[in-house]
């Protein structure tokens, strides 16, 4: 097999390790080990990673000091199908200028090569790396002694509990129907938010610990994952008006600025995305030269799993008894939030873009903004959300 095949396939592999993990609902990030790195016991913390850290509640560099003193160890193990070896992660910014921040797994040299693909999943405030060049995740969930179906188990049954405990009392109301307690287009998310002992609130979505009650059906299969403005207060265009009327073009009557910006290539109207990972901020660039609008990394995570919450949506069957409607739960799709760690590497790698959406009326002069929407594949959607879960409740 020629060269080229090969490092299709360990791609191809590595592709479906990220899909797997997504899928069962593991936060994760990833590093790729230098020679360079290997040799001097030396790896970036890079902000994916550092963004995961956070994100887990496990390290915080921008409140680390600099210097050997301040230098952080956790436990940490290498894990295959067969074994779970320990190791120790040391966290620290060396005292140079930057103070760049840092990260080294002892005997990491024993178990990876140089340019294999690890991916960092955080559980009980310990680091477990799974090496994805060489692993078969979805093959080693089959095995029934696996070290690694056993983290990817454990993990799920920990971070899923509040919502297996949903399902549970679920099932329990789908024993025997219900009466409802009120009547007209509300009534089934209304009797069930009462039953589950959550207070009315006409503000926001009847909520469970944190999971959306929908009384109906839902895919989160769009190609749009959200629309949101840049932050105004950084950018140096402040408004959207601005941005059109530096680089949009006439089309007919009307002015416009409809294109695509990604982190790949400039578009058409010269306009792209660079990551800036220093400030954890996406920038539109025009020709690499001038900044146009800036959005912090922290409003984009927050606008997905504002957009995208862990939801349950219920299907039930209604029937009148007596003049009363009676419900019976029928079955409940579970659809979890989005990998929040994968967002960023996703727009980095060019498979999330956006589009601009401004105009100016020609008869008017009033501009309209239906974006800016931040986009993807549909094929590729399982690489941001968990697969969505339907469980009969009769």
């Not at 680390?64 to 940490?76: D, F, L």
């Not at 060049?133 to 089959?142: A, D, G, I, Q």
């Not at 980095?348 to 401004?358: A, E, K, R, Y």
Request: hydrophobic share 35%; proline share 4%; net charge positive.
């Amino acid at each position: 097999m020629n060269r080229a095949r090969t490092q299709l396939l360990i791609e191809e592999n590595i592709y479906k390790n990220k899909i797997f993990l997504t899928k069962m609902g593991v936060e994760f990030s990833l590093f790729e080990p230098t020679l360079t790195g290997l040799k001097k016991s030396i790896l970036d913390a890079t902000y994916p990673v550092r963004t995961h850290f956070e994100l887990e509640n496990f390290h915080n560099y921008k409140e680390q000091g600099q210097g050997p003193e301040y230098k952080i160890t956790h436990q940490a193990f290498f894990i295959d199908d067969d074994h779970q070896y320990q190791s120790k992660v040391s966290l620290y910014r060396p005292k140079t200028k930057k103070g760049d921040p840092r990260m080294w797994f002892t005997n990491l040299k024993n178990f990876v090569n140089a340019g294999d693909v690890i991916a960092i999943v955080i559980h009980k405030n310990k680091i477990f790396l799974l090496n994805l060049t060489v692993s078969n995740l979805s093959e080693s969930y089959k095995k029934n002694n696996s070290c690694i179906k056993e983290l990817i188990k454990e993990y799920h049954n920990i971070h899923f509990s509040v919502s297996q405990e949903l399902l549970n009392k679920l099932k329990a109301f789908a024993r025997t129907p219900f009466p409802a307690l009120k009547n007209g287009d509300t009534a089934l998310g209304y009797t069930l938010e009462t039953m589950l002992g959550i207070p009315a609130n006409s503000n926001k979505q009847p909520d469970y610990h944190g999971i959306e009650l929908k009384s109906g059906r839902g895919k989160r299969t769009r190609t749009t994952l959200f629309a949101q403005v840049a932050d105004w207060n950084l950018s140096p265009c402040k408004k959207s008006s601005e941005i059109l009327d530096r680089y949009g073009y006439q089309r007919d009557d009307d002015f416009k600025l409809y294109c695509t910006v990604s982190t790949q290539k400039n578009n058409t109207q010269g306009l792209q995305f660079i990551y800036n990972e220093q400030r954890d901020q996406l920038e539109e660039w025009y020709l690499r030269d001038n900044l146009v609008a800036i959005w912090p990394g922290e409003l984009l995570r927050n606008r997905l799993k504002e957009k995208h919450a862990e939801t349950f949506w219920i299907e039930a069957k209604s029937e009148i008894v007596n003049e009363i409607e009676m419900f019976q739960l029928v079955k409940v799709t579970h659809t979890q939030s989005p990998i929040l760690s994968q967002l960023v590497p996703l727009i980095q790698n060019g498979i999330i873009t956006m589009d601009h959406l401004i105009k100016r009326n020609g008869k008017t002069g009033k501009v309209s903004e239906k974006g800016p929407l931040f986009k993807m594949n549909k094929h590729d959607l399982p690489l941001l959300f968990p697969e969505p879960i339907t469980y009969s409740l009769v």
